[in-house]
């Protein structure tokens, strides 16, 4: 079954230092993957994509996501957290029929 | 644009009650999701639509929910009877191609 795993339910940072939220994917055909983040109380908003070519993908606010087809990860990363950081992150996937589902989100806290 | 528009934004209704979700895609958009969202379950895609059609309602939990799509601009998703576990947010979200934008959701308590 095609499925989206995201390891970590909660990752906690200091602010200022780096963070890395993990996604591993199992898709088939060539991955599309998004990250999206979520504030309290709000929808979903889109961070960043991979379609194709370079490994390394810079979205929104800072944020970067890293692919790795050998080891089917795609983790998003930002060199020095903020507290605004902190929030509910999803990695996504297109499936068979554009079906578009999501992994079971990683709580972000940044600690000030 | 305005966005993906959602409503009601809350609802609190009683068990046995009909409940109606109401979405507005962006303009031009031609795929529309509809989500629920739960802690035990997180994000479960329920039924996607594709230029109006739906193209698989399998994450529809039961025949109590259904979903519909008359034209580009606007969908619904009812509940009839609805139960205290159908408390959760729907979202509604649409697209082109590529990411989703999503609306701020609906959240449903029933009691």
């Known amino acids: 079954a095609q499925s989206v795993a995201q390891p970590e339910d909660q990752v906690n940072v200091a602010e200022g230092n780096p963070l890395t939220v993990k996604c591993t994917y199992s898709?088939?055909?060539?991955?599309?993957l998004f990250w999206y983040v979520q504030y309290p109380n709000r929808g979903l908003q889109f961070l960043l994509k991979y379609i194709t070519g370079d490994n390394l993908v810079k979205g929104s606010y800072g944020f970067e996501a890293e692919f790795n087809k050998s080891q089917t990860s795609f983790h998003l990363k930002k060199p020095s957290a903020l507290v605004s950081d902190s929030a509910l992150y999803f990695c996504a996937a297109p499936t068979s029929y554009d079906k578009v589902i999501f992994g079971p989100g990683t709580s972000l806290s940044v600690i000030p | 644009d305005a966005g993906v528009i959602q409503s009601p934004r809350h609802e609190v209704t009683e068990m046995g009650q009909e409940v109606t979700l109401r979405c507005k895609p962006i303009s031009g958009h031609n795929s529309l999701f509809w989500y629920r969202q739960t802690m035990m379950r997180g994000l479960e895609l329920l039924i996607y639509?594709?230029?109006?059609?739906?193209?698989?309602d399998s994450g529809m939990p039961e025949d109590r929910f259904s979903a519909k799509m008359p034209n580009a601009s606007f969908s619904t998703l009812k509940i009839q009877p609805s139960e205290p576990r159908d408390s959760a947010v729907y979202f509604c979200?649409?697209?082109?191609?590529?990411?989703?934008?999503f609306g701020e959701g609906s959240r449903l308590t029933v009691l």
């Open positions: 979200a649409s697209r082109v191609t590529g990411e989703l934008f």
């Open positions: 898709v088939s055909g060539n991955p599309y």
């Open positions: 639509f594709n230029n109006n059609v739906p193209i698989d």
